[in-house]
């Protein structure tokens, strides 16, 4: 194992209000070694993927309503009153009787967000608080994430993915438009795609996994690196988040290894048109046994750096270098650490600079 130049992958989410709070909190921590800092996924986003129901595909006029929000989030959390209570109860879309393909999206409102919060990031950094020479970090969901939660038929899905495909893809162009790539860290947020080729891609008692999409799960993640990653001039950063599921701050199901992540960083590598900088894997608290590392001799991504998301608020340094000294003995390159999902997940009760400073205080010993 080698240290990565910038030692500390920030997932993407921080439990802050607004951009400028995020980068006020966590750029003197880790300002110098993360490989980039997120405006933390204010407002809406915070819900990840509800972004996209409740902003494009609620709005679309080609789709209609198969099933609303069947049970919301229970009051008194402090949570919007729109948000479902899991993933049993998320609203479903299908295209309009006779429609076979979407109508072409406008934006799924990305852009506009990031350019708005890199100008608060640049005015930090001309005033010192942000580093020179650190990058402005965006997050973007991978096609099944942001379209097979919120349909109910394998057609359904493929005409939405196709149509996310499309505007991703002119979004991207968009954000490197708004941003200058050199500032840039652009990373996929990638999460049923992992557990269909992990756990199968028909769990029929286990929304949103209860029908089987069109295709192999593992062609179509394929699809989507190769269409998504086509554009993306070479000097943006990009990473990878392969990812479990953090709802409630709980794993949708557990991996049994890190064998899915590395088939599916090694065929990301593979078909990639352009290089991928980083890859995230998810290291559950209870794993630092060598079984759950095994698979890393198998990984074949070049020079990429590998965040290993081993750093876990409830044991501390101790617990998260326990799990490194497993990590060290099957991976030999470019390594970094982050947490096994976004810090906007967490209890209430862990408190956000303690854990910025476990990973400070982690990156210090590797």
């Known amino acids: 194992m080698s240290k990565a130049h910038k030692p500390v992958l920030l997932v993407g989410s921080v439990p802050c209000n607004t951009a400028e709070e995020t980068f006020r909190t966590v750029a003197p921590i880790l300002g110098e070694l993360a490989i980039g800092l997120s405006d933390g996924e204010i407002d809406t986003r915070r819900f ?32 919007p009153e729109w948000l479902p209570a899991g993933y049993h109860a998320l609203p479903w879309w299908a295209p309009k009787a006779g429609v076979a393909k979407l109508s072409p999206i406008a934006t799924l409102g990305y852009p506009a967000e990031a350019a708005a919060s890199y100008r608060t990031f640049r005015r930090l950094r001309e005033q010192g608080l942000i580093p020179r020479g650190a990058r402005f970090q965006q997050c973007l969901p991978f096609p099944d994430d942001g379209v097979r939660l919120f349909t109910d038929t394998a057609r359904s899905m493929s005409i939405m993915v196709d149509a996310y495909l499309d505007v991703m893809k002119r979004d ?43 295709g192999d799960p593992l062609a179509r993640f394929a699809r989507y690196v190769s269409e998504l990653n086509a554009s993306i001039p070479p000097s943006v950063r990009v990473g990878l988040h392969l990812c479990y599921g953090d709802f409630h701050h709980k794993h949708f199901l557990d991996p049994k290894d890190l064998a899915a992540s590395v088939t599916m960083a090694n065929k990301a590598a593979e078909v990639s048109p352009r290089a991928i900088d980083y890859f995230h894997f998810a290291v559950p608290r209870h794993r630092s046994d060598d079984g759950y590392f095994e698979p890393l001799r198998n990984l074949q991504v070049g020079g990429a750096t590998v965040y290993a998301g081993l750093v876990h608020y409830t044991d501390g340094v101790a617990g998260s270098l326990k799990r490194l000294a497993t990590f060290k003995r099957h991976f030999s390159g470019p390594t970094g650490v982050a947490t096994e999902c976004g810090l906007g997940h967490r209890p209430k009760d862990h408190d956000l600079v303690t854990l910025l400073k476990i990973h400070r205080d982690v990156a210090a010993e590797m």
Not at 185 to 195: A, G, H, R, S
Not at 199 to 214: E, I, R, S, V
């Open 172 to 214: 991207v162009a968009r954000l490197c438009e708004e941003i200058p790539p050199e500032d840039l860290v652009l990373q996929w947020d990638i999460n049923w795609e992992t557990i269909a080729v992990e756990h199968g891609d028909h769990l029929p008692d286990m929304p949103p996994m209860q029908y089987k999409p069109d």
């Open 48 to 79: 990840w993927v509800m972004y996209i129901a409740r902003n494009t595909w609620g709005n679309h006029p080609d789709l209609e309503v198969v099933r609303p929000v069947l049970e919301h989030a229970p009051r008194g959390l402090g949570l």
